[in-house]
């Protein structure tokens, strides 16, 4: 299947002298998690959008195709940007395929280990700083500007744009849009930009309604929920480990305009999601992703409306489960070896 440039051309700001960097991105599959629905409850439909299945392994590259592609379309000295980890893994791939410089500033010590890799093998010059995101994206900002280098965060305005197409392919699958969208909330680019295209798809009478938008940060870096910056961040969702997020307006806004709600959930309810996923779904995302479900479960806890009975609900997963294989095996027991032989196997099944 084509990237999401050549699938939504005429809705994104490209034209034909635009440059196609893409790995073919999107068309993410949108499953069916048969568990959640049922406890959910009312007839209703639970999917999960599993962006970890782009070709980095999360959704940033729906927005990383775009802002690659139009800054090869100008002058472009090479891309910088500052993350979490998964905006860096997307950049140092697209720029690796676009042949421009990458530099990646991240937190030290905070990135999962499978993106640090991913940014590495790709070849970008990965700069980790003793400090946080935030900072990171400060002194990103200014170093853009000052030499030159696009910028490829969420501020660069082509991220958002390739990001809505994530809208379009849920409301292409399911022939309408759904009732709610759960999405994690780092530095809410994702939810302004889902929000966006749902109320594009809307404005061109391509869908008849839009969904509420639910927001979920984690509760040790909600500054939203809170209404105020926060210093420091903390959480073991380590991609929305982000305490004054870039689109803070863009997330109102949706929350707004679409009758949703942000909220926080605590590291141990997206852990409990995290670890339903995997286990009862058979959907391996990262912790951060996790976030959307702990968010539609702490609703549903709490009594609060999701949507109609018969309803339909969609949850965001947006990084794959493998970047961050420390998590993953944490607290779990890593078997010993049993002698090659039958006994000792049949022995170890308990059979
Ligand atoms: N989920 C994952 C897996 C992420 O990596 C991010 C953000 C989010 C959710 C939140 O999305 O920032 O648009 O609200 N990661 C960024 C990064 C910050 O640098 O990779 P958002």
């Not at 970890?52 to 990383?64: A, E, H, Q, V």
């Not at 100008?74 to 997307?90: K, L, M, P, Q, W």
């Not at 009732?179 to 966006?196: C, E, K, M, Q, Y």
């Not at 210093?231 to 969702?237: D, K, Q």
Request: aromatic share 4%; proline share 6%; hydrophobic share 40%.
């Amino acid at each position: 299947m084509a990237g999401i440039i050549e699938r939504y051309r005429s809705r994104l700001p490209v034209t034909d002298d635009t440059p196609v960097i893409t790995l073919n991105e999107g068309s993410t599959p949108l499953i069916p998690a048969p568990v959640l629905s049922r406890i959910i409850g009312g007839d209703r439909k639970v999917f999960v959008k599993f962006e970890g299945l782009n070709p980095t392994c999360s959704f940033k590259d729906r927005g990383m195709t775009l802002a690659v592609s139009k800054a090869m379309e100008s002058e472009c000295r090479g891309v910088i940007c500052a993350s979490t980890g998964n905006t860096s893994a997307a950049a140092a791939a697209y720029a690796a395929r676009a042949e421009v410089p990458c530099y990646v500033v991240l937190p030290a010590g905070k990135v999962a280990a499978g993106k640090l890799a991913q940014a590495l093998v790709h070849g970008a010059t990965v700069l980790p700083i003793e400090g946080n995101f935030d900072q990171a994206l400060q002194l990103v900002v200014e170093i853009a500007e000052k030499e030159g280098i696009t910028l490829v965060n969420s501020l660069n305005p082509y991220r958002i744009e390739g990001q809505k197409t994530v809208a379009f392919e849920i409301a292409d699958t399911l022939g309408c849009a759904p009732d709610s969208h759960f999405l994690p909330v780092g530095n809410a680019g994702n939810i302004t930009a889902a929000w966006r295209g749902y109320r594009q798809y809307h404005e061109e009478q391509v869908i008849d309604s839009t969904p509420r938008m639910y927001g979920c940060q984690a509760a040790g870096a909600a500054p939203i929920v809170h209404g105020k910056p926060i210093e420091n961040p903390e959480t073991i969702a380590t991609a929305i480990r982000i305490g004054n997020p870039a689109s803070w307006k863009g997330a109102v806004e949706a929350i707004e305009q679409s009758e949703g709600e942000i909220s926080a959930v605590s590291d141990s309810q997206i852990l409990e999601a995290y670890a339903h996923l995997a286990s009862k779904e058979g959907v391996f995302c990262e912790p951060a992703s996790a976030a959307s479900v702990a968010g539609l479960l702490a609703r549903h806890r709490e009594g609060k409306e999701i949507c109609p009975e018969g309803g339909i609900v969609v949850c965001s997963l947006t990084g794959h489960g493998l970047k961050d294989p420390d998590r993953a095996i944490d607290g779990l027991d890593i078997p010993e070896a049993v002698p090659a032989d039958l006994d000792a196997l049949r022995k170890r099944m308990g059979l």
